[in-house]
């Protein structure tokens, strides 16, 4: 039986500026299950990036509520290392801010970092390491305080053609074999294809959300053979056809 995690409740965003008052989101209702990936896609400009502020509590909801059963971890569309801090140091920063670099806390990190192919990077800056090394750093020092929930904020965006790619596969591998909760924002219509479960669409703003979709790929979850797959071009024409009307 599925486990829900997080939820949006009618939920209403309303800010004020110089202009004058804006609706952000309005009616903005859905929910993420524990372990499931879920990509939201939407017009420039319909509030994604609000989304995920509402979802990590870094923002209050002017009506409706976002109640949430786990704690996030939040990756940004720059790896956002620290040049004067080796890799090592880079990943278990988490662990310093929260008070918690005891030897076990540092060893699982640094198991984590041996597992997806970093050991040998360690000690090097991030300077030394190419884009996509660099993003599975990030990732990994995201990973190390445990969240529950992980909220990815076009992670990829920073990255050419070809390294997206493949980071994108690495990203993936790493959030499926740490069963990890995923909400995704992303423009990229064929990067929520290849990496989700569903796929939630949004209006222009106010942001409410117009379609929800599962996807039916099975248990293929590689992303690259997701994007071979016969019914990608199908689903890619679906999502378009909704993000333009």
């Not at 409740?9 to 804006?22: I, K, N």
Request: with cysteine; aromatic share 8%; net charge negative.
């Amino acid at each position: 039986m599925k486990k829900e995690i997080l939820r949006f409740d009618d939920v209403a965003l309303t800010y004020h500026t110089v202009r004058g008052e804006v609706t952000a989101a309005e009616h903005l209702t859905f929910s993420v299950d524990e372990g499931e990936f879920v990509a939201i896609i939407g017009p420039s400009g319909c509030g994604k990036t609000t989304l995920l502020s509402l979802a990590a509590g870094l923002l209050s909801p002017s009506e409706g509520k976002v109640i949430s059963r786990g704690t996030f971890g939040y990756m940004l569309q720059k790896d956002e290392l620290f040049p004067w801090r080796t890799i090592e140091k880079n990943i278990c920063l988490p662990l310093e801010i929260k008070h918690q670099n005891t030897l076990g806390n540092r060893a699982r990190v640094l198991a984590l970092a041996d597992k997806y192919g970093l050991c040998g990077f360690l000690q090097n800056y991030p300077h030394e390491l190419s884009g996509g090394m660099r993003q599975r750093a990030a990732l990994i020092r995201t990973l190390a305080s445990e969240p529950d929930i992980l909220l990815l904020d076009e992670p990829f965006s920073a990255l050419d053609y070809q390294t997206r790619l493949n980071v994108t596969g690495d990203v993936a591998e790493i959030i499926r074999r740490e069963g990890k909760t995923t909400l995704l924002i992303t423009h990229d219509i064929s990067e929520a294809i290849s990496l989700a479960d569903r796929i939630l669409v949004l209006t222009k703003r106010p942001a409410r959300v117009a379609y929800t979709h599962e996807l039916d790929f099975g248990e293929e979850k590689n992303p690259l053979k997701r994007r071979e797959a016969s019914g990608f071009s199908g689903w890619f024409e679906v999502l378009w056809r909704e993000l333009n009307t």
